[in-house]
């Protein structure tokens, strides 16, 4: 069976100080566990050792992980981040191929390939993005677009174990803009995404990977989503910087 999962894309928000605060913050709201829910937090680069600390000291029920990687493994790449950069602080996911990234710093699906593998070479778990943008929803081509960014993104991988690849659906539409898909919407692309798994993976493998709903996801709609079949937790952004408000979204899938 699968495990559900609520994980926090902080984005860029949160200076170190205050991120560390907010992992305080999230470790007193949880204090007592999250059941059978696995919790990720993804804070900015220069705050994940800050909150690498706070897990470590404070015992807290919640992973940490990336916002994004390079897939080389060292070397004259300014700015990026190698996988064994991201274990050596205790990170045991990262996102990859986030809109925001595809859109802003142009990421293609090879890339978002290359990543995967290469965090997986470190048992690094992806959680990998993918999502239509409004008019390509508008023209009814969504699930269409979305199958061909999994195959892309995918190309190649070895899943050897389904709990270790999360794929995050995430209509950018509904990121950060209060609209969010309905739960009928995720339930749909989320079922596609699964299938093309299946097709790619076979079906033992394909009902063992974790497929999130990501976009405007809060404490008073994420229960609508857990319901359907086939979504299996969320990717939070705004929700997720406040400690109560994603403690609430953790709360909720339990
Ligand atoms: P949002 O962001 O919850 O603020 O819409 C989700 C995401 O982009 O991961």
């Given at each position: 069976?699968?495990?559900?999962?609520?994980?926090?894309?902080?984005?860029?928000?949160?200076?170190?100080?205050?991120?560390?605060?907010?992992?305080?913050?999230?470790?007193?709201?949880?204090?007592?566990?999250?059941?059978?829910?696995?919790?990720?937090?993804?804070?900015?680069?220069?705050?994940?050792?800050?909150?690498?600390?706070?897990?470590?000291?404070?015992?807290?029920?919640?992973?940490?992980?990336?916002?994004?990687?390079?897939?080389?493994?060292?070397?004259?790449?300014?700015?990026?981040?190698?996988?064994?950069?991201?274990?050596?602080?205790?990170?045991?996911?990262?996102?990859?191929?986030?809109?925001?990234?595809?859109?802003?710093?142009?990421?293609?699906?090879?890339?978002?390939?290359?990543?995967?593998?290469?965090?997986?070479?470190?048992?690094?778990?992806?959680?990998?993005?993918?999502g239509?943008?409004?008019?390509?929803?508008?023209?009814?081509?969504?699930?269409?677009?979305?199958?061909?960014?999994?195959?892309?993104?995918?190309?190649?991988?070895?899943?050897?174990?389904?709990?270790?690849?999360?794929?995050?659906?995430e209509p950018?539409w509904a990121i950060?803009?209060?609209?969010t898909a309905?739960?009928?919407?995720?339930?749909?692309?989320?079922?596609?995404?699964?299938?093309?798994?299946?097709?790619?993976?076979?079906?033992?493998?394909?009902?063992?990977?974790?497929?999130?709903y990501g976009g405007s996801a809060?404490?008073?709609?994420?229960?609508?989503?857990?319901?359907?079949?086939?979504?299996?937790?969320?990717?939070?952004?705004?929700?997720?910087?406040?400690?109560?408000?994603?403690?609430?979204?953790?709360?909720?899938?339990?």
């Amino acid at each position: 069976m699968r495990k559900r999962m609520i994980a926090g894309n902080w984005k860029m928000n949160e200076t170190y100080t205050e991120g560390v605060a907010l992992a305080e913050g999230l470790a007193k709201e949880l204090a007592d566990g999250t059941g059978d829910v696995d919790v990720v937090v993804c804070p900015p680069a220069v705050d994940m050792k800050g909150v690498a600390e706070v897990i470590d000291q404070q015992n807290a029920p919640f992973a940490l992980g990336g916002q994004n990687v390079y897939w080389e493994e060292k070397g004259a790449y300014t700015g990026e981040t190698a996988p064994n950069m991201l274990t050596n602080i205790g990170a045991t996911y990262c996102i990859i191929g986030h809109s925001e990234r595809r859109g802003y710093f142009g990421e293609t699906d090879e890339d978002i390939n290359k990543k995967a593998k290469a965090l997986m070479a470190h048992d690094i778990v992806p959680i990998s993005c993918c999502g239509e943008p409004l008019e390509v929803r508008e023209a009814g081509k969504h699930v269409e677009f979305v199958v061909d960014q999994i195959k892309k993104d995918t190309e190649g991988l070895q899943i050897t174990d389904p709990s270790k690849y999360v794929v995050a659906y995430e209509p950018i539409w509904a990121i950060g803009t209060g609209k969010t898909a309905t739960a009928d919407d995720a339930q749909e692309v989320c079922g596609a995404i699964r299938k093309t798994l299946a097709e790619i993976f076979g079906q033992e493998t394909a009902d063992g990977i974790r497929v999130l709903y990501g976009g405007s996801a809060k404490p008073n709609n994420v229960a609508g989503f857990l319901e359907k079949e086939d979504v299996d937790g969320a990717l939070v952004g705004g929700a997720s910087l406040k400690a109560d408000s994603f403690a609430a979204m953790v709360k909720a899938a339990m």
